[in-house]
């Protein structure tokens, strides 16, 4: 297997500079260690997939890296800097959308440059920049309520890159969608990376997701919540899903998640 | 939405259903008290005055200017009445859903006045405040609170906490959140608690002028008892429903103006 793995520190993409540092961040909730001591760097503008069974922490570290959650030890540092409580430059997507639903789609994009102190035609004029960019121009003046769900979605995505923020932390953003639109949006999840480069921490349980978006997939295990393994696919974009490294990969990291959810016992 | 847009193209159409009902009901009256009269007496008439005698006592206490004067002091009162409750009510329901603390002290006092019948604190506020206009309002604002308050409280409490994130990862400020997501999401419940505020100040007014007033609907009914008019008892009756159905109208299409997403969201 032509698979670059390697447990701990990587240097394959470390010719850039760390963005977001994890620095032996554990998470004890009564007496349930979440998330045991993990150590991780993402480099900058590198598009990083956390992947892994349910319980094993990885929406627990995302929400501490957008500083919706304090780890029980340890630093995260964006910037070099410590992350205290959410902020501007640290855009999130949630699995469950979170649209403002009494905003248009307008409205919900123009939220960050709003809070930013733009004036309403500047807010106006980035919402529809940035809908037009996910592909939902023509669609501004519709309520979340009369949205399907990959157009919230988008409505979403838009929102959160209209702030411009230097990280981008996506919790299961297509978790909730059919397989189709799921598809589609990952494609456009690429097209938009691609334009507008970000850090990207994206969370999913969905394998292929992983292997179709990321620079770096961090493998996590269950029992208590940690760091796995660390797999750099290395395959060229686009990635087809028939590929026979594709599927290899894939092969493998279903081993590794199989043990994972083995030792959950009955789910 | 179809179905919106069908009922304002058509207001006549719409009409027509309810009509119907009023005019069986008026009907049904009518050959009721005819009945009484001629082919078979159950009552004396004149417990039982027919639509025509209510609407011709309507009729003259409009010519007299009596009519206006009390459906203008009546509503004067429940106006301002409804307007303090509304401020304190909104005010407090909003403080005590932000704030636990006082939430905690505020509630169990609520909880034991709330089942108290306002309607047994009258006699009491006509002692305090006097027969003037000042135990009606106050009356009027004391059984309106509860509704109100209690709706703004469990408003602001049940805000979606991932809109509070989503909101504070694009960089809002408290008071930011509070202004643009914690008010629009409990809108819903602040109108229901006000619409349900209003209906209640209107049907304790009638209350409160039966016991100490010497204008408004509530006296009209009583000062017609004195003189043994049924038929003007029943026209006062009659105007409250009318304009009680009124407001129920309007303030049925301010909501669904207010809360234009919400349709949406039905649809």
């Not at chain 1, 620079?215 to 029992?223: A, C, E, N, S, Y």
């Not at chain 2, 909003?94 to 034991?112: D, K, N």
């Not at chain 2, 960089?171 to 209003?198: C, D, E, K, N, Q």
Request: hydrophobic share 50%.
């Amino acid at each position: 297997m032509e698979i670059v793995s390697i447990a701990g520190p990587v240097t394959a993409i470390s010719s850039r500079p760390i963005k977001i540092s994890v620095q032996g961040v554990g998470m004890v909730y009564r007496d349930n260690v979440v998330l045991a001591k993990v150590d991780l760097d993402l480099a900058e503008n590198s598009f990083t997939c956390l992947l892994g069974p349910s319980g094993c922490g990885k929406s627990t570290l995302l929400n501490m890296i957008a500083g919706f959650a304090k780890p029980s030890y340890g630093q995260i540092l964006v910037d070099g800097r410590p992350v205290d409580g959410p902020g501007p430059e640290r855009g999130v997507v949630f699995q469950e959308y979170a649209l403002f639903p009494w905003r248009t789609a307008l409205g919900n994009v123009a939220f960050g440059p709003m809070q930013k102190g733009a004036n309403k035609s500047e807010q106006r004029e980035i919402a529809m920049r940035y809908l037009a960019k996910v592909g939902l121009a023509g669609h501004e003046n519709k309520y979340p309520g009369n949205l399907s769900g990959g157009m919230k979605q988008r409505v979403a995505i838009a929102r959160a890159l209209a702030n411009d923020p230097s990280v981008l932390l996506m919790d299961e953003p297509f978790g909730a969608l059919d397989a189709q639109t799921r598809e589609v949006l990952q494609e456009e999840m690429l097209r938009i990376w691609e334009q507008d480069r970000k850090t990207v921490l994206f969370v999913t349980h969905s394998i292929s997701e992983a292997i179709f978006l990321a620079d770096r997939i961090v493998v996590m295990g269950t029992r208590p919540g940690m760091v796995k393994e660390v797999v750099d696919p290395g395959l060229p974009h686009p990635r087809e899903r028939t590929d026979p490294a594709f599927i290899a990969l894939e092969r493998h990291l279903k081993h590794l998640i199989r043990t994972e959810v083995q030792k959950l016992g009955v789910t | 939405m179809s179905t919106q847009e069908g009922r304002a193209r058509r207001p006549l159409a719409a009409m027509v259903g309810p009509s119907v009902s009023v005019l069986i009901f008026l009907a049904v009256w009518l050959a009721v008290s005819v009945g009484n009269r001629t082919v078979l007496p159950v009552v004396n008439p004149v417990l039982l005055p027919t639509p025509i005698e209510v609407l011709q006592s309507g009729i003259d206490a409009a010519r007299s200017g009596d009519l206006q004067r009390d459906i203008l002091a009546s509503m004067s009162r429940v106006f301002q009445g409804f307007l303090l409750a509304a401020i304190a009510a909104v005010a407090m329901g909003v403080a005590a859903g932000t704030w636990r603390p006082l939430e905690r002290l505020v509630e169990p006092m609520i909880e034991i006045l709330r089942p108290i019948p306002p309607l047994a604190f009258l006699p009491m506020m006509v002692l305090w405040f006097g027969i003037g206009e000042m135990s009606k309002i106050a009356f009027i604002t004391y059984a309106a609170f509860f509704p109100i308050f209690t709706t703004t409280v469990e408003g602001i409490k049940h805000v979606d906490p991932l809109l509070i994130r989503a909101a504070s990862s694009l960089g809002a400020s408290r008071t930011a959140i509070f202004r643009y997501v914690m008010l629009p999401a409990a809108m819903p419940a602040i109108i229901t608690g006000l619409r349900l505020g209003f209906a209640l100040s209107f049907f304790v007014i009638v209350a409160a002028e039966f016991l100490a007033a010497d204008s408004g609907l509530g006296y009209l009914i009583n000062d017609a008892r004195t003189y043994f008019m049924v038929s003007q008892m029943l026209m006062g009756a009659a105007v409250i429903g009318i304009i009680g159905f009124i407001f129920h109208v309007l303030l049925r299409a301010l909501e669904a103006r207010l809360l234009r997403w919400r349709s949406a969201v039905r649809a």
